[in-house]
Nanobody, 126 residues
Framework: QVHVQESGGGSVQAGGSLRLSCVAS????????MGWFRQAPGKEREGVGI???????NYADSVKGRFTISRDNAKNTLYLQMDSLKPEDTAMYYC????????????????????WGQGTQVTVSS
């Protein structure tokens, strides 16, 4: 059974940093792709960034240059390093995994992911 679990959220002042972790289990790592998503109160969930099985990353424009996705295959763990945080980064952050290979575009849409964590809250104060 596939299990995805995020951790590392918390409260930080604007300009600060946080690192989120996502441990995935129940399948052979790495997956076809993994993604970070976030949902702010009253808003729809949006993509933050993805990493594919080759290690290629891609980011939303709103976080490009501030957030970095990396992974440790030995630990089956995905990371989201968030620097220069802004109040508008406040949201519940979710990790998602797609195990089965497919067309690359599926990694960029919510519907392409079958396995989701429960989320970890990030709050950035001004």
């Amino acid at each position: 059974q596939v299990h995805v679990q995020e951790s590392g959220g918390g409260s930080v002042q604007a300009g600060g940093s946080l690192r989120l972790s996502c441990v995935a289990s129940g399948y052979t790592y790495p997956s076809y792709c993994m993604g970070w998503f976030r949902q702010a109160p009253g808003k729809e969930r949006e993509g933050v960034g993805i990493i594919d099985d080759a290690g290629k990353t891609n980011y939303a424009d709103s976080v490009k240059g501030r957030f970095t996705i990396s992974r440790d295959n030995a630990k089956n763990t995905l990371y989201l390093q968030m620097d220069s945080l802004k109040p508008e980064d406040t949201a519940m952050y979710y990790c998602a995994a797609r195990i089965d290979p497919s067309f690359a575009y599926v990694c960029y849409v919510e519907g392409g992911y079958k396995h989701w964590g429960q989320g970890t809250q990030v709050t950035v104060s001004s």
